[in-house]
């Protein structure tokens, strides 16, 4: 079974500093995607990343980053120089390609709340 | 304008009194699928639809119904509302060959059950 967990439920940083959001995640299946979406106070769901399994090369997007490492079963998010407007909840997720079999779900974490004090 | 919604966006309403929450894209879009969003519980997947005709149970069904009918549409019935499923619904249409592409989501009903 699929299972993405996100062991920080809140993170509180000052303005300019690096933070990694960390998420771990379960999986059986050799195919899968894994992504990133952020939730801001307004309330909307905004996607950031999809990422699938066969690729591991870690991705740049202006500040943000991710490291995805399948021998830990890790897609960690890092916002370097963070900025008060990238406070949000950040959610995980994960999807096995289970389409072929007739079967797509998604599983998200339960979402990281990333405070960014100026 | 590309995009997904939801209507009503607030809702109030009683246990038992049955309701509907629609919801549309003008994407073209094959998979939609529907959200509850809890406190301390993240987003979990309710129902998905593949296609037209097509649906399917997500992680916590029970409780809920949907219909595709239209490509375009993916309303979530409640026949009877209890109070646990007041909760955060978001209704999202994928533009690819199912979830495992980016998801667009509508901006969110909050459902309130007395």
């Known amino acids: 079974a699929q299972k993405v967990t996100q062991a920080q439920t809140e993170i509180s940083v000052v303005e300019k500093e690096d933070v990694t959001l960390d998420c771990v995640y379960e999986?059986?299946?050799?195919?899968?995607?894994l992504f990133w979406y952020k939730q801001p106070p307004s309330g909307e769901l905004v996607f950031l990343i999809r990422?699938?399994?066969?690729?591991?090369q870690n991705e740049i997007s202006g500040r943000y980053s991710w490291n995805f490492q399948k021998s830990t079963s890790s897609f960690n998010f890092t916002i370097t120089a963070s900025q008060v407007v990238d406070s949000a909840v950040y959610f995980c997720?994960?999807?096995?390609?289970?389409?072929?079999?007739?079967?797509?779900?998604?599983?998200f974490g339960k979402g990281t709340r990333l405070h960014i004090l100026p | 304008e590309a995009q997904v919604t939801q209507n009503p966006r607030y809702l109030i309403t009683v246990t038992g009194k049955k309701l509907t929450v629609t919801c549309s894209q003008n994407?073209?879009?094959?998979?939609m699928s529907w959200y509850r969003q809890d406190p301390g519980l993240g987003l979990r997947q309710i129902y998905y639809?593949?296609?037209?005709?097509?649906?399917d149970k997500g992680d916590v069904p029970e409780g809920y119904k949907v219909s595709r009918k239209e490509k375009r549409n993916f309303p979530l019935i409640l026949e009877s509302p209890s109070p646990n499923q007041t909760s955060l619904y978001f209704c999202?249409?994928?533009?690819?060959?199912?979830?495992?592409?980016?998801?667009?989501f509508g901006p969110g009903t909050r459902l309130t059950v007395t």
């Open positions: 639809s593949m296609n037209v005709e097509v649906t």
């Open positions: 990422r699938n399994s066969f690729d591991e």
């Open positions: 997720a994960l999807s096995e390609a289970g389409f072929s079999r007739g079967d797509d779900k998604i599983i």
């Open positions: 999202a249409s994928s533009s690819g060959a199912g979830v495992t592409y980016e998801q667009y």
């Open positions: 999986t059986r299946d050799t195919t899968y995607y």
């Open positions: 994407m073209n879009h094959e998979y």
